[in-house]
DNA sequence: CTGAAAGCGCTTACAG
DNA sequence: CTGAAAGCGCTTACAG
């Protein structure tokens, strides 16, 4: 029967040694001598006494909590968000750090944002984390920049905060390097006519691909909602007119896997066959269309881990003093976007 | 410029009175009266200060670190799972609570487990909240029955602990009902063939109506993956034999959305439109499918928010040592799964 | 090689 | 109505 609550002094007893001792050898305390015998019997007592630290003691002593949060702009409405999360928890289990996570709703009151980065900080966050969507640059609560902090995201607007954001524009142009490769000549891109980063990075990274093969990088843009019923509608406008197969594209490429859902459809009830008659290319990899389609999508997925790996990673450098981090607030770090193939994709038909 | 770090005894002397007079008036500690005019230095102090108490502290003196930790299978892999967290955060602010998440891989050495929940006792969490996915019966590490703790998603195999899980069956029934009240006669179900508990629910809860309405429970019940694949075959079966119009169903109802992205797919190659045709109804109101698809999917949403929020409420509770409580361990909370309405589903089209 | 003591920043009987 | 003092469970100079 385990006492009621066993600390370090129990410890002590136990093994015959004061606190002092008992904190050097459990802690594996640097410039300090042991003899192993001690430390020995210091263990065996720990060890029987199933003695677990608190904690909150160290954290109060130390001033380090060992936890940092992560305050996370719309958790449930982003797709895949969940993969940030992942990702900044494993890193901090392998940093012996323990996430908390807020929720920040969109729109909401400044001072509603200062208020749960300050929460963090009343529990003495060793770090923060602020992850956003939908945004380029980003006024972050005062706050933020009182403790480290990095920016999943977005940039802000000083420049003062590292920040970390998929690449986008490379990614895209990783698609129509593939196109090309595959063949394809007209390439379409439907682009979304929503104004967030990602739509302007997708339709930049496009056009740097279609320039970088010699291609008309506006020739086969359209703009539609970024949704299935606007990938549709995209698609019928661009195989639609056309009846001539020797001048429609042989490709569309959507701005997001939701639209290509919706191309799909198109495709379905003008007759053609995806991708014997036209490939389609999505993007974001969002479970559980990419895979569920059939054919399955081939599209380009998000870093969401990476993401959230990377800005524990760089947190706890920046925890560690190395300040000169610091300077990566004003060139984010971009993660690549990696193609995920699959069957959407082939040569065009010989027309 | 405010000093490097402001204390309490910073605010006592800024006031002119003792920290145990900062500590009652700024927590309004119960049975303790304070004149309102110190009460008033005192918080002009704080104020001035930008105090702001120290919760790892308090927690060490109070023996409530203010934390509770979500040890979560597979937030990555689960559709929505990020809801499950988001009801526990925000019911966990209203509380003044902290969040702290774990994930927990499938599948992983029951030691890791252990550890992690290990970790939340470490820092004093004051309740841990324990969620799986696909599971009936669980066993938890036993250290979870050392603390405040519920389970999400699954009951433990000792009824020890409390647990709340979607209402699968009745969530089911609830569309058989539907498309009863619609006009539908022959409704079948495309049921999964993975042994999983919502594979069972969703089963006798269509069961359940379709014998509550008169009807046959087993003649239109097939099985199939529960991916688009196995939707589409199911479809194929269920629709393609008859050119009976007379015998074969006029509703299919989806073990989950990715079965009905399959099940539209069929109903398209078979020139039968949905919901004139043929009404189809899905399950899990799985973002972005249900409302993606062409038309919208009638389906029913898992009340994933609720059972986060559900969780965090029931710990709070056990916390206060409301132990009663416990006794819910036997028998797990059932929280309803509303049906979505959109546009798949029809009066049967007259034979 | 080991330990006594101070202190992290609070809360809380207890006394007045 | 207010305050001195102990103590939550650790770590860490410092002394020996």
Redesign the interface.
């Known amino acids: 029967m385990p006492r009621e609550h066993v600390g370090i002094r129990d410890v002590a007893a136990a093994a015959g040694v004061s606190v002092t001792t008992v904190s050097h050898v459990l802690n594996d305390t640097p410039h300090t001598r042991t003899s192993e015998l001690t430390k020995a019997r210091v263990r065996a007592a720990a060890e029987a006494l199933g003695y677990?630290?608190?904690?909150?003691?160290r954290?109060?002593r130390t001033r380090a909590?060992?936890?940092i949060g992560l305050l996370t702009e719309e958790?449930?409405t982003?797709?895949h968000?969940?993969?940030i999360?992942?990702g900044a928890?494993?890193e901090a289990?392998r940093h012996n750090l323990?996430?908390?996570?807020?929720?920040s709703r969109l729109n909401q009151d400044a001072d509603i944002e200062s208020a749960q980065v300050?929460?963090?900080?009343?529990?003495?966050a060793d770090g923060i984390i602020y992850a956003t969507v939908y945004h380029d640059e980003v006024v972050p609560p005062d706050e933020l920049l009182s403790v480290p902090a990095v920016l999943v995201g977005a940039r802000d607007r000083l420049g003062e905060i590292p920040s970390v954001m998929p690449d986008e524009r490379a990614g895209a142009t990783s698609v129509v390097d593939l196109l090309v490769r595959t063949g394809h000549r007209r390439i379409a891109f439907a682009a979304s006519s929503v104004d967030v980063p990602a739509t302007r990075g997708r339709l930049q990274g496009y056009r740097d691909g279609m320039a970088a093969a010699g291609l008309d990088p506006d020739a086969f843009v359209v703009e539609a909602v970024s949704?299935?019923?606007g990938g549709?509608e995209a698609t019928m406008g661009l195989l639609d007119h056309g009846a001539d197969p020797a001048t429609r594209p042989t490709a569309v490429f959507c701005y997001n896997?939701?639209m290509a859902?919706?191309a799909y459809?198109a495709a379905?009830e003008l007759g053609l066959s995806i991708p014997q008659d036209v490939s389609v290319v999505g993007f974001d990899d969002?479970?559980?269309?990419a895979a569920?389609?059939?054919p399955a999508l081939t599209t380009v997925a998000l870093p969401h881990?990476e993401l959230g790996a990377w800005a524990v990673e760089t947190l706890t450098s920046l925890m560690e003093g190395r300040d000169e981090l610091r300077l990566l607030g004003a060139h984010p770090t971009l993660l690549a976007c990696p193609i995920v193939e699959r069957a959407s994709v082939a040569p065009p038909a010989r027309a």
């Open positions: 677990q630290p608190n904690r909150l003691a954290g109060l909590s060992g936890m958790i449930a982003t797709p968000a969940g993969r999360i992942l928890q494993e289990s323990t996430l908390a996570i807020i929720n300050q929460a963090f900080i009343d529990r003495q949704e299935a019923i549709y896997d939701r859902m919706g459809r379905a969002q479970d559980p269309i569920s389609l059939y881990y």
